[in-house]
């Protein structure tokens, strides 16, 4: 095996393989797509499974220090005026009179013109821009039957105001106190005008947020734990620490409701951009919304009588940025016997099938014995079956779609019982007997793992 670059990785390659395998392919196709949205095929459900599983493990199985929520999408309106959504969720916006497209005033260096591809908005002399306006992102519906009549509430933009509304709620039953967080995993929508660069950027999105809502005195001690945690946890999923950073915002990058907040940060083919952002938030969010709703939103320790408005510490990371920075930083390509080969050496855990069961050929008694292994296997690990097709096209699809094992059902194993199992990133294939398949494989997917792009560099 020979490998091909150092890292061959480019976002239209990944698209490629995502539509290719079906992944995630654009949503409404058949009318044309629609803007910066996708839809998730069975590997790429899977895929996102893994990644939002390996959250909540991260969130609520490794500790006892937070407690899960689900909250609504539409909430009352609120919601947003006392969040500051309503009036500065904003970015500025251009009009371009002469080819009529819209376009961020802050990233006209990093966009098209309309008539001319090679040049920027305004760099043309045709070009037309208006003066920049403040679009809001929220995306505005009715509640009712008659438009006219009916309650104008949004789509909400992040997850985290369902939880800091329900603080008091989940206060009362869940027998915790500061410090101690709220978990939530959802949709959010934001009408982005930026293209989107694949996944990185949608309309709509899901979320992985935690308030950890901690004594004021101990935020700054809770916020920097929770960028060493969160960096950690991309590192645990197989992610390169060299392709992984923190970056503290400058002061005017800060939110509104933000003393501090670091950025991770993923180096994506489009360059280093934001993975999760963690915020120190303060108290910003449960004061606005005891000031909004007439309800104390406090914290009362009876112990020591002491009354306080808990501090709150954010990490807020999105499914849709996990799974592309784990889908780039797998990709590979090699060299087997003169072919190329595309390759996912995607960590076990995030991988969508652990293990193919595959018979070498279709006759003489090995698809039946395939199907047996297959159905021994099933129930503990995501398996799939696969007889169609020669054996080298049935690895190339495996390996495209990051399978870490699979397993071969030969002429040797209607004799003795025993399978080949080949390893997706050494490729190396030794003989197991199959009724120590489930343990074997169970052990090798459970052990300590390194990327292989790591190792080999
Ligand atoms: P950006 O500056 O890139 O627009 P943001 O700072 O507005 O992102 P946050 O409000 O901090 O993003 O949201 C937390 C996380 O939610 C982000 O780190 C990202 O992973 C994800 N996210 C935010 N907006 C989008 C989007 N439009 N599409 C996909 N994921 C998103």
């Known amino acids: 095996m020979r490998r091909m670059a150092a890292d061959a990785v480019t976002m239209d390659k990944i698209v490629a393989l995502c539509k290719r395998r079906g992944l995630i392919f654009p949503a409404s196709e058949i009318y044309g797509g629609i803007a910066n949205t996708y839809d998730y095929g069975h590997y790429g459900v899977l895929l996102k499974r893994n990644v939002i599983d390996a959250w909540w493990q991260a969130m609520i199985g490794d500790r006892t220090d937070i407690v899960a929520l689900d909250s609504a999408i539409i909430q009352h309106p609120r919601t947003w005026e006392a969040s500051g959504h309503l009036a500065g969720f904003t970015d500025p916006l251009v009009d371009c009179k002469t080819c009529g497209q819209r376009f961020r005033a802050d990233h006209l260096g990093e966009l098209a013109c309309g008539r001319k591809p090679s040049k920027h908005p305004g760099e043309t002399p045709e070009c037309d821009l208006t003066e920049a306006r403040e679009f809001n992102l929220m995306f505005e519906t009715t509640i009712g039957p008659v438009k006219e009549a009916g309650a104008t509430v949004y789509l909400r933009p992040e997850t985290a105001q369902g939880i800091f509304l329900d603080f008091k709620t989940v206060l009362g039953f869940a027998r915790k106190k500061p410090p101690f967080g709220i978990a939530q995993v959802g949709k959010s929508f934001r009408n982005e005008i930026t293209p989107g660069n694949f996944v990185f950027r949608t309309l709509e999105f899901e979320q992985m947020e935690m308030e950890f809502f901690v004594p004021p005195d101990k935020a700054q001690q809770w916020h920097e734990h929770w960028l060493k945690e969160r960096l950690d946890w991309y590192v645990r999923l197989g992610i390169r620490p060299d392709y992984l950073k923190l970056r503290p915002h400058d002061a005017d990058e800060l939110s509104h409701y933000s003393s501090a907040t670091s950025d991770v940060e993923y180096l994506y083919p489009i360059g280093w951009s ?133 397993v071969t059902i030969d002429h040797q194993s209607l004799e003795d019982r025993t399978v080949t199992v080949r390893d997706r990133d050494t490729l190396e294939q030794d003989r197991v007997p199959i009724d120590d398949l489930p343990a074997t494989l169970g052990a090798r997917l459970a052990s300590p793992w390194e990327s292989p792009k790591l190792a080999a560099a």
């Open 274 to 406: 934001e993975l999760e952002g963690i915020a120190n938030r303060g108290d910003f969010d449960l004061t606005q919304h005891a000031k909004f709703s007439g309800e104390k939103l406090e914290y009362f320790d009876t112990a020591s009588g002491e009354r306080y408005v808990p501090h709150v510490v954010e990490p807020a990371a999105g499914v849709g940025r996990t799974m592309l920075a784990a889908l780039c930083d797998a990709y590979d390509e090699d060299e087997i016997g003169g072919e190329q080969r595309t390759v996912l050496k995607l960590h076990p855990r995030l991988a969508p099938i652990k293990v193919a069961v595959l018979p070498l050929v279709r006759k003489d008694g090995q698809p039946e014995l395939a199907r047996e292994v297959f159905d021994s296997l099933r129930g503990q690990l995501q398996a799939e079956y696969d007889e169609g097709g020669t054996i080298g096209r049935r690895y190339r699809r495996q390996d495209e779609i990051g399978t870490p094992y699979c």
